[in-house]
């Protein structure tokens, strides 16, 4: 019999989240950003389901985007990383990709541009202030001139605290942009799901849902109530002991029982991607009834205090995170995000997809 430990994905909750995406988009194109795996959610399975609801597709690198172009994945696929060198220029062409630029070293990999070189589209990435990559603003005309001969050019930014709409640094880059005096809409992309969800994108020809349309984004806004979660890490009791008062449990015996306790064993650990920095008392939906996690985290197993959890015994199913137990609720305690704990999901954890 194997492990119980496994993963479901809700292929018709991702569809949903994309519809819930798509009305808050109104007019403007949706761009599904399917990069690393589709968020641990898998690239090639989460991508087909999304083909004939959105416009494009959004990857980091080459290497993803290959991969959808050889599974017959037709849509634009925007590479946001954009060109390494000059073997990505070339897999660019042949396959048809969009590309970001965000310097002027990968601005010299693609010139000169002819009609035999020239990439469909060309997004200009420039920094309003997330200040990890982009072009400063005042550059952006000499970059365009540049961009001669391309088809298509976006100019596209990156929310860096999208998820508080009234922070200084939230309005002082919407400020950036509006000063840019881009045309009002056409060729341009700000609003990722942050931005999408709390009311932010300017008016723009495109925006870029990631997270939303996995149903894990940590923040409140609109349509946030709708979206639903695509993944589900779920497994089963295999071990139940009482412990006496004052006993230790899991390495280093952090946890201490404070009366007589049952405790379950669960066969998924940091091995999984279960995050080993959870702290005693992160959530564990054991049955119906959450339960704390009861000491340090191990490589295969985890502990839970089921002492209020009557109905509790071997072969009882857990919740880990998913339709009932949020993932940014585990993430909390682990001192992280949702968007962590689901891109770092092993492959000893089997994924099963469900339409």
């Not at 990069?35 to 080459?62: F, M, T």
């Not at 990968?106 to 990439?119: N, V």
């Not at 009234?166 to 919407?174: A, D, H, I, K, P």
């Not at 045309?183 to 849902?209: H, K, M, Y």
Request: charged residues 20%; glycine residues 10%.
């Amino acid at each position: 019999m194997p492990r119980p430990s496994a993963i479901t994905i809700d292929l018709d909750a991702l569809k949903h989240n994309a519809g819930v995406a798509g009305r808050l988009a109104d007019s403007k194109k949706l761009m599904a950003a399917v990069k690393a795996d589709a968020y641990g959610h898998g690239l090639i399975p989460c991508s087909k389901a999304l083909e004939p609801l959105v416009h494009s597709l959004a990857v980091a690198v080459c290497e993803e985007a290959v991969l959808l172009r050889e599974a017959g994945i037709q849509l634009p696929i925007l590479v946001l990383d954009g060109p390494f060198d000059r073997v990505d220029i070339e897999v660019i062409n042949e396959l048809k990709l969009m590309s970001v630029v965000h310097s002027q070293q990968q601005l010299d990999l693609l010139l000169p541009i002819t009609d035999k070189t020239a990439p469909p589209s060309v997004w200009v990435k420039v920094d309003t202030g997330m200040h990890r990559l982009g072009f400063q603003p005042k550059d952006l005309p000499d970059v365009i001139a540049q961009l001669n001969g391309v088809p298509d050019v976006v100019v596209m930014s990156h929310f860096a605290d999208g998820e508080d709409p009234g922070s200084e640094l939230t309005r002082r880059q919407l400020d950036r942009w509006n000063r840019l005096g881009l045309p009002i809409q056409d060729g341009t992309s700000f609003a990722n799901s942050a931005g999408l969800i709390n009311g932010l994108a300017p008016a723009c020809e495109w925006v870029r849902p990631g997270i939303m349309l996995y149903g894990a984004p940590h923040q409140n806004g609109q349509g946030h109530e709708l979206l639903r979660p695509v993944m589900s890490f779920r497994s089963a009791v295999m071990a139940v002991r009482t412990v006496e008062t004052g006993e230790t449990v899991g390495y280093g015996g952090r946890w201490q029982a404070p009366r007589v306790s049952r405790i379950a064993t669960i066969p998924v650990g940091y091995g999984d991607g279960y995050p080993r920095s959870a702290k005693d008392g992160t959530p564990v939906l054991i049955g119906q009834t959450l339960c704390p996690l009861a000491g340090r985290v191990s490589m295969d197993m985890i502990t839970v205090d089921v002492t209020d959890c009557h109905d509790c015994e071997v072969g009882t199913p857990v919740e880990l995170w998913g339709q009932t137990l949020p993932v940014n609720r585990v993430a909390e305690q682990a001192d992280t995000i949702g968007y962590e704990l689901l891109t770092r999901m092993t492959s000893r954890v089997p994924r099963h997809w469900r339409p």
